[in-house]
């Protein structure tokens, strides 16, 4: 029996290296592949020396570089590569946002849209932009802080109303979450409608997209990235524990109320730096841990770096199919992800036998 | 290793604005077989939660070993204290192992991962509970008998001195009940101290060496059989009027009365039924 369990053992875990190890593979291969896909066709073994050697001669001289060769480089090293890799940072944070927040509130229906932290966001990004307020400083893009503001105001509000309202019980959190974005969505409305110049501006960014991507973007969001993905991943066994409800996490140890708060807050600062650079884009965050979970199980040492990368190449891929599919005409990436995350989650909840939307269930 | 377990002084304990308990007192002593008994909503789980720190008294001190609970992180009291749960199923996709595994939480720290003297420690706790075969599973798929054992798994897993087991047999066949008590019985022959909230007064008193009778937000007896368990005190818990009967077996009675016959772990020298007289009604 022993001998039997240790084999097993070994299935699930060779399973798991296996799942990880296509996903580091595959994740290189669709950023390339991205490069290479769009108006301007790019032979990949191009892509593959301008990844190589980004910065050979991109920048201000290259445009004077005679040849394909140059063009080639600009287009990859300038435009598209910055977009490929903005598109897996923003993938892989709104997955692992997603991860969290579905542990945290143990609600399978989790996602950085509860609790209205990506309407928040948005909310927070909208005011900054449209009130003027300082975009920099010191050189760090400030955007990202306005809408982690936004984002964790709506999350504490939404938590204040439902403990208010008897105990922040997940189905409370979830309805409280519901009205806090909805207000949010609305005093956005109101900013747009106020918003004058910068109305195109946001209405664009709004729709969600990585389009005009530049490096920038990517420095902008990483320091905030960085913060809220340590923030989350470090608390990988409270991760476990908490998505058994939190009786079940205290009584391994484990102070729920405050693990709450921070990993609450690691991923807020994860959807709002993903908010900030790319506009609100749904079902990512929902869909990706649900479906890494299925194939390697739900233990957030493993789940968390999986979902990561998974997030990354959905993103990625959706980007491309979003700029690709009626070129030239490009479409919001929040578009693919719905129009294919929805009926795929649809398909996926059908297949599983024991689903059960509200978390948690009584054994009657 | 002397002294009381848990001495209970002056507490006050509840939610929000209403207090379950005012100024309760009791002690529990070490290696006790504590069955906590009483009516719906009379604070039984309110209990269980002081005692596990879920819940902290606005007043009055909860010492556990000679020290305040007040003055214990929660990982502290998980690492002396399991606590089983009322079950309640979540579906995500954990195996057996996964939850068996978690009980090591309170023992690691940082960014550890659990290592292998971690899985032994797990693998032993799977083999007392009796669910080592069912460790690749997902716990999605076991049944309420299955799954009560592999929380109890869990708990061993903590390497607890106490066990605090909240309706262990609630929802469960009449098999899995006598085999789960039986399951504490034994681990408490091995020197764990075990105190369980139980619904059931026949299950109660056919396992169990003591009881807490609590009704009213106030306990009303603690002792064993011949103290707790009389029909005088049951009626002023329950509000009805409860008859007792008890036999006294001598071993090896064949004919014992049971329902599902003595398990292992059940006292087979005595045997209660509890009548509630019915008042009015035309039977």
């Not at chain 1, 600009?74 to 542990?103: E, M, N, Y």
């Not at chain 1, 991507?213 to 960085?226: D, G, Q």
Request: proline share 5%; charged share 20%.
């Amino acid at each position: 029996m022993n001998r039997e369990g240790t084999a097993l053992q070994g299935h699930r875990e060779r399973l798991h290296r296996a799942f990880s190890l296509g996903l580091a593979l595959a994740l290189p291969a669709v950023i390339i592949l991205a490069a290479a896909a769009g108006p301007v066709k790019i032979p990949l073994p191009e892509v593959i020396r301008a990844v190589w050697d980004p910065f050979a001669r991109a920048g201000p001289g290259a445009s004077a570089d005679p040849g394909d060769g140059g063009m080639y480089r600009v287009i990859v090293t300038l435009i598209r590569l910055p977009r490929a890799v903005l598109a897996a940072l923003s993938g892989a944070a709104l997955a692992v946002a997603g991860a969290a927040f579905q542990s945290v509130f143990h609600n399978p229906l989790a996602d950085p849209y509860v609790l209205g932290a990506s309407s928040g966001a948005a909310l927070g990004a909208a005011v900054a932009v449209v009130a003027n307020l300082g975009l920099s400083a010191l050189g760090v893009g400030l955007v990202p802080i306005y809408a982690f503001a936004g984002a964790l105001a709506a999350v504490f509000l939404s938590y204040g109303l439902a403990r208010r309202a008897g105990g922040p019980s997940p189905l409370a959190l979830l309805l409280a979450g519901v009205i806090v974005g909805s207000c949010a969505s609305a005093a956005l409305s109101l900013v747009i409608y106020f918003s004058g110049e910068h109305l195109r501006q946001i209405t664009f960014w709004l729709m969600g997209g990585f389009e005009g991507t530049t490096w920038r973007s990517i420095l902008i969001a990483l320091p905030y990235l960085t913060i809220g993905g340590a923030l989350v991943f470090v608390r990988f066994r409270e991760l476990d524990a908490l998505l058994l409800g939190d009786e079940t996490a205290r009584g391994l140890g484990v102070d729920a109320e405050r693990i709450r708060v921070l990993l609450v807050i690691g991923a807020s600062l994860l959807t709002a730096a993903a908010v900030a650079v790319s506009g609100p884009i749904g079902f990512v965050g929902l869909v990706v841990p649900h479906l890494v979970r299925s194939v390697i199980g739900a233990e957030h040492r493993r789940l968390l770096p999986d979902v990561a990368m998974a997030g990354a190449i959905l993103m990625v891929a959706a980007d491309t199919l979003a700029r690709t599919i009626i070129a030239p005409t490009e479409l919001p990436v929040g578009i693919v992800t719905a129009l294919t995350g929805g009926p795929f989650f649809l398909w996926v909840l059908g297949r599983r036998r024991r689903f059960h939307p509200l978390g948690g269930r009584k054994a009657t | 290793m002397t002294g009381p377990l848990y001495e209970l002084r002056g507490v006050t304990v509840g939610y929000r604005q209403a207090p379950v308990f005012e100024g309760l007192s009791l002690d529990l002593p070490r290696g006790c077989f504590t069955a906590v008994i009483g009516p719906n909503g009379g604070g039984k789980s309110t209990l269980l939660r002081t005692l596990s720190r879920l819940l902290r008294p606005s007043q009055g001190e909860v010492m556990l070993e000679g020290v305040d609970l007040r003055r214990l992180s929660q990982r502290d009291v998980a690492r002396i204290v399991g606590l089983v749960p009322q079950v309640s199923r979540v579906d995500f996709e954990f195996t057996v192992e996964d939850i068996v595994l978690m009980g090591r939480y309170p023992h690691l720290s940082g960014l550890q991962a659990p290592g292998p003297a971690d899985r032994r420690v797990a693998e032993g706790a799977m083999a007392a509970t009796g669910v080592l075969a069912l460790r690749e599973r997902l716990v999605g798929d076991l049944s309420g008998g299955e799954y009560q054992r592999v929380l109890v798994a869990r708990c061993l897993t903590q390497e607890p001195r106490v066990l605090l087991l909240d309706e262990p047999t609630a929802h469960l066949d009449l098999t899995y009940q006598v085999e789960i008590l039986d399951l504490v019985r034994r681990l408490n022959a091995d020197g764990l101290s075990v105190i369980a909230v139980l619904h059931d007064l026949n299950l109660a008193a056919q396992f169990f060496d003591d009881f807490i009778l609590v009704a009213g937000g106030r306990v009303m007896a603690i002792g064993d059989s011949d103290h707790v368990l009389t029909g005088d005190l049951l009626s002023l818990a329950y509000g009805a009027t409860v008859r007792v009967e008890r036999y006294e077996l001598r071993k090896r009675d064949s004919a014992w009365p049971g329902l599902a016959g003595p398990g292992a772990g059940c006292r087979d020298d005595r045997f209660f039924r509890f009548l509630i007289e019915r008042h009015g009604g035309s039977s």
